[in-house]
């Protein structure tokens, strides 16, 4: 049993049969609309489920990162939110971040962990995981309002002025999603620990960010993350 419909006090006399199935009817439809509802929800807790633990398949290849994509959804969503991004946006943003480094699962783990700068091959290696990214969540049916993930989550390192990658876009191509996801990215990048430097402090992450809006980062999703850090919310 998934409810209980109660009908009392019927005005003008007793229910008659056909009251009584009408009402079993509208049992029935309300009753089905509940188990599709509860069904839908299963599937959307297994879905993001899923997503979770290929996060986590990207956090075990290293353990100093670990956590990255989680704390880069935070950080967008967060930066989405103070955008007024409606909460069915936010999730599809928090899917396009949890998978933004999906691609490294393709990135020799010498390159990922060198503690020194990378040579320009290498560094040409680490630019693959962005169109690995792409290529591996296109594979993957996302529906509905999540259609577009493989593309924003794979265009976290593309540029306002065209000069990013895989593919040069420019401000008017890329996502609005992916600028909010490349600005979350770098904070977090910057601010935290890495195989070749220490992190940083937010101010000093913030002032390389501002040095590049308009150029590399979007001006709203840079001002709302000002707006985070001087709230204390970051």
Do not use: W
């Amino acid at each position: 049993m998934i409810g209980v419909v109660q009908a009392i006090n019927k005005c003008g006399g007793d229910f008659s049969t056909e009251d009584v199935e009408t009402l079993q009817s509208i049992a029935a439809i309300v009753g089905i609309a509940i188990e599709n509802a509860q069904l839908l929800e299963d599937h959307d807790r297994q879905f993001h489920s899923v997503l979770e633990a290929l996060a986590a398949s990207i956090d075990a290849k290293d353990t100093l990162t670990s956590g990255h994509s989680q704390k880069v959804a935070d950080i967008a969503c967060a930066i989405g939110a103070l955008l007024s991004y409606t909460d069915s946006e936010l999730d599809v943003l928090r899917v396009a971040a949890i998978l933004h480094d999906y691609g490294k699962i393709g990135i020799d783990d010498r390159v990922l962990k060198k503690p020194g700068k990378l040579d320009n091959d290498e560094f040409s290696h680490m630019q693959q995981h962005a169109s690995l990214t792409y290529d591996i969540l296109a594979r993957i049916h996302f529906a509905r309002k999540y259609t577009n993930v493989p593309m924003i989550a794979s265009s976290h390192h593309e540029n306002l002025d065209g000069s990013g990658y895989p593919r040069g876009l420019d401000s008017k191509e890329i996502p609005f999603m992916a600028k909010i996801l490349s600005v979350a990215d770098v904070f977090e990048a910057l601010t935290a620990d890495r195989h070749y430097r220490q992190g940083m402090s937010v101010t000093d992450a913030l002032g390389i960010i501002e040095s590049e809006v308009g150029k590399k980062f979007d001006p709203n999703v840079v001002g709302a993350l000002k707006t985070l850090i001087a709230k204390g919310d970051l």
